[in-house]
């Protein structure tokens, strides 16, 4: 069985539900967009779920245009099933130069998890305002944004829903009752991602990390 269909629709559904939390999310051609509105590549996403055609130069031409209109980078990021020849040459006609390929895990959540005895670590779920204001300043510190970003980042924690039914799961983790670290859990279907995963940097190598993903 492979599981890279798994690790693609729950990028892709991922990218749609951020893009509709703040109504930036749309599609051109054979490209989904979306921005977070935070002037972060890692932030900001294009992809395609298809081999591209011939008029999706033009698509990611506009797609570009309306990126630099907002003054946002992007990643755009090619899967295993929208890779082709023509993709990577429309791509490449587009000013685009491959970077890197970034490997995925998948964890099977039926093992046993692994017991964690530490008295000096706790961790809870965010599920009111004031929690999520300290996940905020937190992750915001752990990735080392750049100043000048944080009321763009701001902005878009605000569109986060802490209702029962959202599949979005915030985690904050705390060292000594300090809080240190966060996590976000993304479900979808039979699986989950886990993004904005960030420790501040005097309290890294400590397990805290790993113990809130």
Same mark, same amino acid.
């Given at each position: /069985?492979?599981f890279i269909p798994?690790i693609?629709n &729950?990028?892709f559904?991922?990218g749609?539900?951020?893009?509709?939390?703040?109504?930036s999310?749309?599609?051109?051609?054979?490209?989904?967009? /979306?921005? &977070?509105?935070?002037e972060?590549?890692?932030?900001? /996403?294009?992809?395609?779920e298809?081999?591209l055609?011939?008029d999706?130069?033009?698509?990611i031409e506009?797609?570009k245009?309306?990126?630099q209109?907002?003054g946002?980078p992007f990643?755009?990021?090619v899967?295993p099933?929208?890779r082709? *020849?023509a993709t990577?040459? @429309? *791509?490449?006609?587009?000013?685009?130069?491959f @970077?890197?390929?970034?490997p995925? /895990?998948?964890?099977d959540?039926?093992?046993?998890?692994?017991?964690?005895?530490?008295d000096?670590?706790r961790?809870?779920?965010?599920?009111?305002?004031? %929690?999520l204001r300290?996940?905020?300043q937190?992750?915001?510190a752990?990735?080392?944004?750049?100043?000048e %970003?944080?009321?763009q980042?701001?902005?878009?924690?605000r &569109?986060?829903?802490?209702?029962?039914?959202?599949?979005?799961?915030?985690?904050?983790?705390?060292?000594n009752e300090q809080?240190?670290? %966060?996590?976000l859990?993304f479900?979808?279907?039979?699986?989950?991602? @886990?993004?904005?995963?960030?420790? *501040?940097a005097?309290?890294?190598?400590?397990?805290?990390g790993?113990?809130v &993903?």
């Amino acid at each position: /069985m492979s599981f890279i269909p798994i690790i693609e629709n &729950t990028f892709f559904a991922n990218g749609r539900y951020w893009g509709g939390l703040n109504s930036s999310l749309y599609k051109n051609g054979s490209f989904w967009a /979306m921005k &977070t509105g935070i002037e972060s590549a890692d932030l900001n /996403m294009v992809w395609n779920e298809k081999p591209l055609i011939q008029d999706d130069l033009r698509s990611i031409e506009e797609i570009k245009i309306n990126f630099q209109q907002s003054g946002l980078p992007f990643w755009c990021w090619v899967f295993p099933r929208g890779r082709s *020849l023509a993709t990577s040459d @429309i *791509l490449q006609a587009a000013g685009f130069t491959f @970077i890197h390929s970034i490997p995925c /895990m998948l964890a099977d959540l039926s093992r046993p998890e692994p017991d964690i005895n530490d008295d000096s670590l706790r961790i809870v779920q965010v599920q009111n305002e004031e %929690t999520l204001r300290l996940w905020e300043q937190v992750s915001f510190a752990g990735f080392d944004f750049p100043p000048e %970003t944080q009321h763009q980042y701001h902005d878009f924690v605000r &569109t986060f829903n802490l209702t029962a039914g959202s599949p979005q799961k915030f985690f904050l983790a705390y060292f000594n009752e300090q809080p240190v670290a %966060t996590s976000l859990l993304f479900l979808h279907e039979n699986a989950a991602g @886990i993004y904005f995963v960030s420790t *501040l940097a005097k309290f890294r190598q400590k397990g805290i990390g790993l113990a809130v &993903t």
